[in-house]
């Protein structure tokens, strides 16, 4: 337990680094995946959310739509957030070698 502690006091007084301070090669690898992934799941929301948007008009909107519809947003702003890191990581990227 008492390795537990110490590990869990030791990541907690770390010295954090912001977006700036990462150099390219992890901007990259962070990047990269992040936007991957958020377009994935961006996709995955619009398309079902259409499809489902179809089925509640000709079916009604019942209590698993609904949940249906939440689990979607959050797919959704997770896709956002993904996304919105790959930006990010794109725009220090950009500033650093090509301004």
């Not at 995946?33 to 996709?43: D, E, H, N, Q, V």
Request: hydrophobic share 50%.
């Amino acid at each position: 337990m008492k390795i537990v502690k110490a590990i869990s006091a030791a990541w907690s007084s770390r010295k954090k680094k912001t977006w700036a301070e990462l150099n390219d090669w992890a901007l990259i690898l962070i990047g990269l995946p992040s936007f991957a992934t958020g377009t994935y799941y961006l996709w995955v929301a619009t398309t079902v959310t259409q499809d489902l948007i179809v089925w509640s008009k000709h079916n009604g909107l019942t209590f698993e739509a609904i949940l249906v519809f939440a689990f979607l947003g959050s797919i959704a702003l997770s896709g956002l957030y993904l996304a919105t890191v790959a930006k990010r990581c794109y725009g220090l990227i950009v500033e650093r070698n090509f301004k």
